[in-house]
Antibody, heavy 123, light 108 residues
Framework: QVQLQESGPGLVKPSQTLSLTCTVS??????????WSWIRQPAGKGLEWIGR???????NYNPSLKSRVTISVDTSKNQFSLKLSSVTAADTAVYYC???????????????WGQGTMVTVSS | SYELTQPPSVSVSPGQTARITCSGD??????AYWYQQKPGQAPVLVIY???ERPSGIPERFSGSSSGTTVTLTISGVQAEDEADYYC???????????FGTGTKVTVL
């Protein structure tokens, strides 16, 4: 079965760029009706959708983060990545990667999630 | 920005029924989804397209929709159902995804 695994630095300095990668195993990132998303959750708070990418390269970003976010995909490595620039302490959170499944009737859900990785922004 | 509103908490005795609401202006146009999140774990999809249940999710979980409100119902609540629950949908265009504020379900 398909599994997702986040990787990247757990500590990032303020004003720098946060970079994370999600590796997809157990299936091809290019197959099926899927897109690939990043979602984050500050400690003790709710979930925030960051953005998504289709394997065609098409992206959508949360308007509140759009100016700082870039999501890319490397189909040869079965990976997709997140870059968040100019980070502050407010970006400290658990970051999840997730698979979005969509169907012809308008259904569109996050059906598989990575375990999450904690990223702290601190000097 | 578009918001989905949930009650912060719901308390229920074992065997009783828990109902969690989620309100948003675009819900008549966009499907809603529900996720269960236990401490230290990633969320798990428990309801999709308002009322459908993924394979492996117990039948006691059900969903419904009426106008601008969707509801997750847990019938015959068990201790293992204690968790945070999040609704999720999209803005009216369907492009931007949004999560609800989250509801903590406590089993007394």
């Amino acid at each position: 079965q398909v599994q997702l695994q986040e990787s990247g630095p757990g500590l990032v300095k303020p004003s720098q760029t946060l970079s994370l990668t999600c590796t997809v195993s157990g299936g091809s990132i290019s197959s099926g009706s899927y897109y690939w998303s990043w979602i984050r959750q500050p400690a003790g708070k709710g979930l925030e959708w960051i953005g998504r990418i289709y394997t065609s390269g098409s992206t959508n970003y949360n308007p509140s983060l759009k100016s700082r976010v870039t999501i890319s995909v490397d189909t040869s490595k079965n990976q997709f990545s997140l870059k968040l620039s100019s980070v502050t302490a407010a970006d400290t959170a658990v970051y999840y990667c997730a698979r979005g499944y969509y169907d012809s009737s308008g259904g569109d859900a996050f059906d598989i999630w990575g375990q999450g990785t904690m990223v702290t922004v601190s000097s | 920005s578009y918001e989905l509103t949930q009650p912060p908490s719901v308390s229920v005795s074992p065997g009783q029924t828990a109902r969690i609401t989620c309100s948003g202006d675009a819900l008549p146009k966009q499907y809603a989804y529900w996720y269960q999140q236990k401490p230290g774990q990633a969320p798990v999809l428990v309801i999709y397209k308002d009322s459908e249940r993924p394979s492996g999710i117990p039948e006691r979980f059900s969903g419904s929709s009426s106008g601008t409100t969707v509801t997750l119902t847990i019938s015959g609540v068990q201790a293992e159902d204690e968790a945070d629950y999040y609704c999720q949908s999209a803005d009216s265009s369907g492009t931007y995804k949004v999560f609800g504020t989250g509801t903590k379900v406590t089993v007394l």
